[in-house]
């Protein structure tokens, strides 16, 4: 099963931007992973910000975004605000078999 | 509005098996795929698997093919997840998500998550 690799954790001065990166041990990650963003706070369930690389939700703040960067995905942060402060999560597809990363835990 | 709504908490004896529920809402239950993913205690989320509704047929990571399987009962628009025999290794809270297909992108999406059912495995 492949390996999907994110920063264990990373910090950002509020109204500072980050940029969170998704890596696949079996080689450049594409569109064709339909990579996943998911934010979790504690004691919540996960709520999903990006889908398809870039395609955002209606309860997405404009402040995230999705894109392809150096064969992995990423999730940028642009004007972190105290309450982005969470774990997040990628999720990559492998031919109908689904992984996560291991998690970002994001401090604000 | 749509909802998915899961099964209260569990605890179960190591050799019993334990099923959790999803109920879903809002929405034509067959018309959708269900993911179930789990999260042990402090650790990162766990992708399991995903069903069909309208089939039942199903799809899980090889680590669970053994000994979880998922069902339906399209009647009362539920998912069911089992797992035989869990270990304390499969403490952990279990999620069911919603794939929904967004038209406008092409790409399909978990828009919609159950609250999730804390499983406790212990003697």
């Known amino acids: 099963q492949a390996v999907v690799t994110q920063e264990p954790s990373l910090t950002v001065s509020p109204g500072g931007t980050v940029t969170l990166t998704c890596g696949s041990s079996?080689?450049?990650?594409?569109?064709?992973?339909?990579p996943y963003w998911f934010q979790q706070k504690p004691g919540l369930a996960p709520r999903t910000l990006i889908y398809?690389?870039?395609n955002k939700h209606s309860w997405t703040p404009a402040r995230f975004s999705g894109s392809l960067l150096g064969g992995k995905a990423a999730l940028t942060l642009s004007g972190a605000q105290p309450e982005d402060e969470a774990d997040y999560y990628c999720l990559l597809s492998f031919t109908g078999d689904w992984v996560f990363g291991g998690g970002t835990k994001l401090t604000v | 509005q749509v909802q998915l709504l899961q099964s209260g908490a569990e605890v179960v004896k190591p050799g019993a098996s334990v099923t959790v529920s999803c109920k879903a809402s809002g929405y034509t239950f067959s018309d959708n795929y269900l993911h179930w993913v789990r999260q042990a205690p402090g650790q990162g989320l766990e992708w399991m698997g995903w069903?069909?509704?309208?089939?039942?047929?199903?799809n899980s990571a090889q680590k669970f093919q053994d000994w979880v399987s998922m069902t339906r009962d399209t009647s009362i628009s539920t998912a069911y997840l089992e797992l035989d025999k869990p270990t304390s290794d499969d403490t952990a809270v279990y999620f069911c998500a919603r794939i929904q297909y967004d038209v406008l992108s092409g790409h399909y999406t978990m828009d919609v998550w159950g609250q999730g059912t804390p499983v406790t495995v212990s003697s």
């Open positions: 069903i069909n509704p309208k089939s039942g047929a199903t």
């Open positions: 398809g690389t870039i």
């Open positions: 079996t080689g450049p990650v594409t569109n064709s992973h339909s």
